[in-house]
């Protein structure tokens, strides 16, 4: 009998990975950009909402002004 008929057939060999692309200077520094000022603008919205406690039309409702009595009505 032939040896070759129950061998496994041979894979040929891979092809070499592609090289990778060099990175864009330019691009980069925009990407980063791009980060600071979403960073900047986030930081600024976040201290701005704890102290707005009214919309800037004012209040729009009456003041309560009546004396609690003694039994808390």
């Keep these: 009998m032939c040896s070759s008929m129950f061998k ?3 894979m040929p ?8 692309p060099e990175p864009l200077k330019d691009m ?3 990407v980063a950009a791009g980060r600071d000022s979403t960073r ?4 600024a919205l976040a201290s701005l909402s704890s102290t707005r406690l ?3 039309l004012g ?3 009456q003041a309560s002004t ?3 009595s ?3 009505q």
């Design 28 to 30: 980069d520094q925009r």
């Design 66 to 68: 009546t004396q609690a």
């Design 70 to 72: 003694l039994l808390g």
């Design 40 to 43: 900047r603008k986030a930081a």
């Design 54 to 56: 009214t919309s800037p």
């Design 13 to 20: 060999a891979p092809p070499p990975p592609a090289p990778l």
């Design 8 to 10: 496994a057939p041979s």
């Design 59 to 61: 209040l729009t409702s």
